[in-house]
């Protein structure tokens, strides 16, 4: 999608959790631990970024430096306020709207009365409540005590307290967890809605899958740096991980001559008792026409997304293990994935 001039844009923001570090004579001494270091991001109107990285990468941690939650102790925020004219932001508070993670919504209140309270505690009017309930999708449920609401319910009232304000960039943390099937597509619906709407929308994950058909664009953490961050399609393809489709089938693979045929195009293959899975890149129709003239019964076709681990593997140079472990060297990123704890 074309992007215009960009809404915020954080130049080396960084954000040291402090750690203990008690002397004798000092004993609430602390010094600087692990945290978000030198992140350099724009955030577009009605754009949907994902943020995705392992648990511990330092996604939460951003987030709140996004929302004015945690102070940035370095580095700048610019915004967009009229249509030619930038400044610097001041207080990140006015311009997001914040999701955490975890809010336990629990008690006898109602839905409506639990965001009056939240609109007077901001010191905003409710006059525009029941409009909001509707585009979250809670009108019919405004009367409901908090004890009743399922965990899709409880989600949209977290996203109607985000948006009481009226924020330009909502900020959603791990949104889809512990949401069945049918929940989460709703609440991705919802998400596209208020993208339409104008809204920059940033979703935090570990769960790629999740983001399929919702992100305009991707950023990449590890560690608590950016490693990358773009449009989708682009990003892939500075990290050589566009372009791979899997075919699924039956028969006996290894009777054929199919994987000779295809060549290096093959990344990888599997044959069970009676079906068998190729992994390619390259020409998918030339592929197809292969597998069919060799008398296969091909069943399935379909591009191939990259998962977690492999877009960290390709961004860092880190072997699978590794990445899957957390046990290698440090050496490329200043920051110890030991002190990185996104509850902090």
């Keep these: 999608m074309?992007?215009?001039?960009?809404?915020?844009?954080?130049?080396?923001?960084?954000?040291?959790?402090?750690?203990?570090?008690?002397?004798?004579?000092?004993?609430?001494?602390?010094?600087?631990?692990?945290?978000?270091?030198?992140?350099?991001?724009?955030?577009?109107?009605?754009?949907?970024?994902?943020?995705?990285?392992?648990?511990?990468?330092?996604?939460?941690?951003?987030?709140?430096?996004?929302?004015?939650?945690?102070?940035?102790?370095?580095?700048?925020?610019?915004?967009h306020i009229k249509t030619s004219t930038s400044g610097e932001v001041v207080d990140l508070r006015t311009w997001a709207g914040h999701m955490p993670e975890q809010v336990r919504w629990q008690g006898r209140s109602t839905v409506t009365e639990t965001l009056h309270q939240l609109s007077e505690m901001r010191g905003q009017s409710s006059q525009r409540l029941d409009q909001l309930l509707t585009l979250v999708g809670l009108h019919d449920r405004a009367d409901e005590p908090l004890d009743n609401l399922s965990q899709g319910m409880r989600q949209r009232l977290s996203i109607a307290a985000a948006l009481l304000g009226s924020p330009r960039v909502l900020l959603l943390d791990e949104p889809f967890n512990g949401l069945d099937p049918v929940a989460a597509e709703a609440f991705a619906g919802l998400v596209r809605r208020l993208a339409e709407k104008g809204v920059s929308v940033v979703i935090?994950?570990?769960?790629?899958?999740?983001?399929?058909?919702?992100?305009?664009?991707?950023?990449?953490?590890?560690?608590?740096?950016?490693?990358?961050?773009?449009?989708?399609?682009?990003?892939?393809?500075?990290?050589?991980?566009?372009?791979?489709?899997?075919?699924?089938?039956?028969?006996?693979?290894?009777?054929?001559k199919v994987l000779e045929e295809l060549g290096n195009d093959v990344l990888s293959w599997e044959q069970d008792d009676e079906t068998w899975t190729v992994i390619l890149r390259g020409d998918h129709h030339n592929a197809l026409k292969i597998g069919l003239d060799s008398g296969l019964e091909v069943m399935s076709w379909a591009p191939l997304r990259p998962n977690l681990v492999e877009w960290l593997c390709a961004a860092t140079g880190m072997s699978f293990d590794d990445i899957s472990l957390e046990v290698s060297s440090s050496a490329m990123l200043p920051l110890q994935t030991m002190e990185v704890n996104e509850d902090e």
């Design 2 to 79: 074309p992007m215009a001039d960009p809404l915020l844009v954080f130049t080396d923001v960084e954000h040291r959790h402090r750690l203990p570090a008690p002397k004798p004579w000092k004993p609430w001494a602390t010094r600087p631990g692990a945290g978000v270091h030198c992140v350099n991001l724009s955030l577009y109107s009605g754009c949907v970024l994902g943020l995705i990285g392992p648990n511990g990468a330092g996604k939460t941690t951003l987030l709140r430096m996004m929302a004015g939650v945690l102070p940035l102790q370095g580095g700048t925020v610019t915004g």
């Design 204 to 256: 935090s994950s570990h769960m790629v899958t999740q983001l399929e058909g919702l992100i305009d664009r991707i950023a990449l953490m590890h560690r608590g740096q950016l490693l990358d961050e773009g449009p989708l399609e682009e990003v892939e393809r500075r990290l050589d991980l566009e372009g791979r489709y899997q075919l699924r089938g039956k028969g006996d693979l290894r009777s054929t």
